[in-house]
T-cell receptor, first 113, second 112 residues
Framework: GIQVEQSPPDLILQEGANSTLRCNFSDSVNNLQWFHQNPWGQLINLFYIPSGTKQNGRLSATTVATERYSLLYISSSQTTDSGVYFC???????????????FGQGTRLTINP | GAGVSQSPSNKVTEKGKDVELRCDPISGHTALYWYRQSLGQGLEFLIYFQGNSAPDKSGLPSDRFSAERTGGSVSTLTIQRTQQEDSAVYLCADAGVGGELFFGEGSRLTVL
């Protein structure tokens, strides 16, 4: 099956810093999503981005499907950005929302005040 | 409610007992998923339901696990004869036609 590798596994930064999280995958994908799991365990969908670039406020993501990687950028980080960031991919085409995502192991981000 | 709702939020049970976990998806979303997250790990796919099609059970770890979805809405995940290795957070998600997954807050299961 497809392999998903995220790096770095841990990242500790001061408030205000910028960060880049990387997701490598071993096969072509039809679906790639980034999630943030906050310290209380809630998973929030950040981006659905099988290719191209998207931005949402201080967060942006780029997926280069031909080179099998995706990057999540966080600018001017805040303490509320702390948590675990997961990349998840699916190789099957989406049919009416159906998908079986394979998750990476996550990057644990800690933003210190 | 506006989001995916799961219950109970926490469940402690003794080894060998059966447990039921419930998921109430967002109204109108046709696809429903169950994932499992063990301590410090990523998420593991268990099962998904898509409309009236037969569910994809390929991720269920053993025949002690089963799930049903009644009326295309509420879903129940049942674990029979629980084992300590079943301890995890069980997460339900649904998806709109755009494909984005929306997760509930999870049910934390502890098997003593």
């Amino acid at each position: 099956g497809i392999q998903v590798e995220q790096s770095p596994p841990d990242l500790i930064l001061q408030e205000g810093a910028n960060s880049t999280l990387r997701c490598n995958f071993s096969d072509s994908v039809n679906n790639l999503q980034w999630f943030h799991q906050n310290p209380w365990g809630q998973l929030i969908n950040l981006f659905y981005i099988p290719s191209g670039t998207k931005q949402n406020g201080r967060l942006s993501a780029t997926t280069v499907a031909t080179e099998r990687y995706s990057l999540l950028y966080i600018s001017s980080s805040q303490t509320t950005d702390s948590g675990v960031y997961f990349c998840a991919v699916d190789v099957d085409p989406i049919i009416q929302g159906a998908q079986k995502l394979v998750f990476g192991q996550g990057t644990r981000l800690t933003i210190n005040p | 409610g506006a989001g995916v709702s799961q219950s109970p939020s926490n469940k402690v049970t003794e080894k060998g007992k059966d447990v039921e976990l419930r998921c109430d998806p967002i109204s109108g979303h046709t696809a429903l998923y169950w994932y499992r997250q063990s301590l410090g790990q990523g998420l593991e796919f268990l099962i998904y339901f898509q409309g009236n099609s037969a569910p994809d059970k390929s991720g269920l770890p053993s025949d002690r696990f089963s799930a049903e979805r009644t009326g295309g809405s509420v879903s129940t995940l049942t674990i029979q004869r629980t084992q300590q290795e079943d301890s995890a957070v069980y997460l339900c998600a649904d998806a709109g036609v755009g494909g984005e997954l929306f997760f509930g807050e999870g049910s934390r299961l502890t098997v003593l």
